[in-house]
């Protein structure tokens, strides 16, 4: 097997907070840094949340831009994918930075339960991210937390309501949702090449299951996410000391599989996403 593998840092998202582990970088410079790190490491994708001073999770669309001027600085050619998710605010709030044209945004198309309470997706506002996204020329990935999320997205995009090339995340391994179960995540891919053969496809595990769920994807083919937002840890005993750290184990899983890890200009041609 020798197709390039894309790498996605998942840097901050919404719950991570310094107590959990002091590398987690919540202001834009930390998140510069810490992004900076894991675009040497191999990542080729930078999908960011941003937060408020005090660590609570923030939609303010000037964060959004601090952060995005600041990547193309200094982390040129890495795709800028921005989180329309649920924490960071509520209703049409959580589409209000796709006017600063990141190259892709995260779109879940269904709802679903989460340790604490219900993610909520409703029809009427995926349309609207949807919508604005094709406004913008930004291409969604898709987080789907179920079955059913994946082929709904298979039917957005074959009706014509996503942007650009059909790119689909199984997140496994949030608590009362879909488990790490490798017998599911192998229905999953067989989904995928069977029902949408020309999308492409990624995977990313929580908290422990990250590493195996890295594998998961990597051997079969697909592309992986790792990060701070979904996993502090090495190990049960080790905090991880970075989001670079944890780029860098996936990388490895790359190199035993024979897959090399794909430049940001090969993902993006790869996800069809247009040039810098």
Not at 21 to 30: D, L, R, W
Not at 58 to 73: I, M, N, V, W
Not at 120 to 145: G, K, S, Y
Not at 161 to 190: C, H, I, R
């Amino acid at each position: 097997m020798s197709d390039p593998c894309i790498l996605c840092v998942a840097i901050t998202g919404s719950v991570p907070t310094k107590a959990a582990n002091p590398a987690v970088p919540i202001s834009v410079a930390e998140q510069l840094e810490s992004t900076h790190e894991a675009f040497e490491a191999g990542a080729a994708i930078c999908h960011a949340h941003v937060r408020n001073p005090d660590e609570t999770p923030s939609s303010d669309p000037e964060k959004f831009a601090q952060l995005k001027e600041g990547l193309e600085k200094h982390c040129p050619g890495m795709i800028i994918q921005f989180s329309t998710g649920g924490r960071s605010g509520a209703g049409r709030e959580r589409g209000g930075m796709l006017p600063l044209r990141p190259d892709m945004a995260s779109l879940s198309v269904g709802s679903n339960n989460f340790p604490t309470r219900v993610y909520e997706n409703p029809p009427d506002l995926v349309q609207w991210l949807a919508r604005e996204m094709r406004t913008h020329e930004v291409t969604p990935e898709i987080e789907a937390f179920d079955l059913s999320h994946i082929l709904h997205a298979i039917r957005l995009h074959e009706a014509g309501t996503l942007y650009g090339k059909l790119y689909v995340q199984f997140v496994m391994g949030v608590k009362n949702a879909m488990p790490a179960d490798k017998q599911v995540f192998d229905f999953y891919v067989e989904i995928m090449k069977s029902r949408a053969p020309d999308a492409l496809w990624c995977a990313a595990g929580i908290g422990p299951a990250q590493i195996k769920v890295n594998e998961w994807a990597i051997a079969a083919g697909g592309h992986t996410r790792a990060g701070l937002e979904d996993n502090v840890r090495l190990d049960r005993q080790t905090l991880a000391p970075s989001n670079a750290a944890l780029i860098r184990r996936a990388a490895a899983l790359c190199e035993k599989y024979a897959r090399p890890v794909a430049t940001p200009s090969q993902a993006r041609q790869m996800l069809g996403l247009r040039p810098v």
